[in-house]
């Protein structure tokens, strides 16, 4: 849900006698609402709406999902400050004009023409002024992390890229911590075949055994079968793919057998809803814990992300003690949580 609506009236003094009004003053409903400001930066109502509509487009869902609005509200805020620590920092802007030049004629060109570009722009309600922010907005955010970060020292700032490493014992009590995260259950490659039985089971009958028979010497006769008579759909395009019988419902009719199958192995028949079916376990993954060697590389990143938003955290906190932030009060508290770390509000736009 957005934020509950506002309409400010401004009235001319009570006092003033109508004829001496000027032609702007009377009654007038504002159509926007302030919600935040980060120094001499200002961000609207209207700027998230429009912000929510191409996000939720981007994605396919409904601009009103709950918690879009906050989100959307919070990444908008954090820009902010990120571009006052860009001006701040006394980073090139030119720099910045120019790549957001550049993006904009590689997108014209990239749709063909300007009115192109345009009208898939006015789609997802946006605009090229709006778009030209956008980009800005990004590349800044990029920059002032960077020099925060001591990813780029040349743009100057903190260099915090030292502290980010992570150590041989960090990656043991991880991998201690979190052993199961890296066992993997047994998997399948499973291809079904089934035939509607009908008035007449045995014809659908013949067709399995015909496969299985065949499969002793071809090993891929129950494929061919399952691609002329399956009415499986994944079986017969050959895109089953690798799962887990113990989770995945389409063939949890056979997961006894295929706990224990070897690739090649056919199940007996079973007969389900009308049909006659049996699995082919074609191939097989077995269940396997990873070694901490195997493991290190994937917990190393985890480790390393964690530490890069706990680095960005501070960053973030330090530019609010910088600037002068204020929002309505539907949003106190939006900035407390931005790359969850610590417990956020559950209250949503």
């Known amino acids: ?56 487009q981007e994605r396919g869902i409904a601009p009103e999902t709950p ?37 904009i004629k590689r997108k014209i060109q990239d749709f063909g023409s300007l009115a192109s570009y345009e009208r898939h722009l006015a789609s997802i309600g946006r605009n090229i002024a709006v778009e030209r922010r956008t980009i800005r907005q990004t590349i800044v955010a990029t920059y002032f992390q960077q020099a925060e970060l001591g990813i780029a020292p040349e743009l100057g700032g903190t260099n915090y890229r030292s502290f980010i490493t992570v150590s041989p014992a960090e990656i043991q009590k991880y991998y201690e911590a979190k052993n199961g995260q890296f066992r993997y259950p047994r998997l399948t490659n499973v291809r079904i075949l089934m035939v509607r039985g009908g008035d007449n089971e ?27 008579h399956s009415v499986f759909g994944k079986s017969r395009q050959n895109l ?42 074609h191939q097989v993954q077995p269940e396997k814990q990873l070694t901490i060697g195997e493991a290190h590389r994937q917990i190393e990143s985890e480790l390393l992300e964690d530490k890069r938003l706990q680095a960005l955290d501070k960053a ?10 204020w929002t309505i009060p539907e949003l106190s508290g ?15 736009l």
């Not at 032609?23 to 961000?43: E, K, M, R, Y």
């Open 1 to 56: 849900m957005l934020l509950a609506p506002i309409l400010i009236t401004l009235a001319a003094a009570a006092a003033a006698p109508a004829q001496e009004r000027s032609p702007v003053s009377g009654d007038l409903a504002a159509v926007d609402q302030l919600v935040a400001i980060v120094n001499d930066q200002t961000l609207t109502r209207q700027d998230i709406e429009i912000e929510v509509v191409r996000f939720a």
């Open 67 to 103: 918690g879009i609005a906050r989100v959307i509200a919070r990444n908008m805020i954090t820009d902010m400050l990120f571009a006052e620590g860009f001006r701040q920092a006394g980073l090139d802007e030119t720099i910045v004009d120019q790549i957001v030049s550049d993006e």
């Open 202 to 228: 045995t014809v659908a009958r013949k067709i399995i055994e015909d496969a299985r028979a065949a499969s002793a010497t071809d090993a891929l006769a129950f494929a061919r079968a399952a691609e002329a």
């Open 240 to 281: 089953t793919g690798l799962v887990d019988p113990a989770t995945e419902g389409q063939v949890s009719s056979f997961r006894d057998f295929l706990a224990t199958a070897e690739a090649g192995q056919i199940s007996a028949i079973v007969k389900k809803s009308g049909y006659l079916v049996a699995a082919q376990a």
């Open 316 to 325: 973030l906190n330090r530019q609010r003690k910088r600037c002068y932030v």
């Open 334 to 348: 939006i900035l407390d949580n931005v790359y969850g770390l610590r417990d956020a509000s559950e209250e949503e």
